[in-house]
């Protein structure tokens, strides 16, 4: 290449010196000509190897996860229309989604046990229930919420079923005449348990009556407005924790348990109803908790701020009092790192 460009530089020179000759500036713009295709040709030769094995690589991940060609083709062709990274498809559900849901506007005929199987394969059928949902495909049949009118008539509904395309809400104990219709506006509101409120905004599709229930069908949708209901993510854990506070009589009492969930801004333990009820414990109670995080020993105070039973057992929520900077940072640390291991993966079993 170099030696080609010493004979345009030449040409060019005598050509200058000579003064223009015809021939001369015909052979230079040639040459240069020549070498910006070949040059072009070979960097788009490079693209095109280079997207063919990243393609079989992509195959063979999706293969190895248990997908079929197919499948991974239409993951692959997808994705690459939204302009998104395909493995992280394979990865997360939420770039998943949205290439599923290209590949169902893109194809009025598109196979819906195709799209069960894939998401499946993949373990992205559900969310863990602290984690925040995605779209409206995410929401839990049997979730119950208020369908809400734009002159602010409320209808309590449940969410009856769902398929790729829509969502189906069952209305409450209400009959005919509805203050609302097909094209009408309406916001759903419902609250999910150990996440948060969610309002959506939709046009509903279609209002009618089966097995004696009044249906409204409502196209999915990805914006979803969320109101968190604690100000700290909350997660799931099983920790030992050591429980600490002061009977009637002013002695300690011990009580050792593990930890249910934790945030910055306080934990969940449970103990047996059996064993609750050997215990002084009432709201309002202050407590010391000692329990280790990455192999820090924390030793936090807090205040017992509800108990709920759930099944056998008989749950305390405990509210963090005067945390210091160091163990806030630890517990925000872990759940962010706990958080992080739940959205890459924590619902995906790998074919090994």
Not at 23 to 41: A, E, M, N
Not at 260 to 280: M, P, T, V, W, Y
Request: net charge positive.
């Amino acid at each position: 290449m170099d030696e080609r460009v010493n004979v345009l530089v030449k040409a060019w020179r005598k050509t200058v010196e000579e003064g223009v000759n015809p021939k001369h500036l015909l052979f230079v713009l040639i040459s240069f000509l020549l070498i910006f295709l070949i040059v072009y040709i070979v960097v788009k030769i490079k693209e095109i190897l280079r997207e063919r094995y990243k393609r079989k690589l992509f195959i063979d991940n999706a293969k190895g996860l248990g997908l079929t060609e197919r499948e991974a083709e239409i993951l692959w062709r997808y994705a690459n229309e939204l302009e998104r990274d395909p493995f992280l498809v394979l990865e997360y559900k939420a770039p998943f989604e949205k290439v599923i849901q290209r590949y169902v506007e893109e194809n009025p005929n598109f196979d819906e046990p195709l799209i069960r199987s894939i998401r499946k394969k993949l373990h992205f059928e559900e969310l863990p229930e602290m984690m925040p949902l995605i779209s409206t495909k995410d929401i839990d049949l049997y979730q119950t919420g208020n369908l809400i009118t734009q002159d602010g008539k409320v209808y309590p509904v449940a969410l009856y079923d769902k398929d790729e395309k829509f969502t189906y809400w069952y209305v409450i104990d209400r009959k005919p005449p509805f203050g609302f219709k097909k094209g009408s506006k309406i916001r759903i509101r419902f609250l999910r348990a150990e996440d948060g409120m969610y309002t959506f905004e939709a046009t509903v599709e279609d209002v009618f009556k089966e097995d004696g229930k009044y249906i409204v069908k409502i196209p999915h949708t990805f914006d979803l407005e969320r109101t968190q209901r604690r100000k700290e993510v909350r997660i799931k854990v099983n920790k030992p924790v050591e429980v600490i506070y002061k009977t009637k009589d002013g002695e300690e009492h011990f009580i050792f348990t593990r930890i249910a969930d934790l945030s910055a801004e306080g934990l969940k333990f449970c103990l047996r109803k059996i064993d609750a009820k050997e215990e002084n414990l009432r709201i309002g109670t202050d407590l010391k908790l000692s329990f280790e995080l990455e192999r820090e020993k924390l030793t936090v105070e807090g205040m017992l701020k509800n108990i709920v039973e759930e099944g056998d057992n008989e749950c305390y929520g405990v509210h963090f009092q005067k945390l210091d900077k160091k163990a806030k940072e630890i517990i925000l640390k872990f759940v962010q790192y706990e958080q992080h291991k739940m959205l890459k993966k924590i619902h995906k079993d790998k074919i090994r």
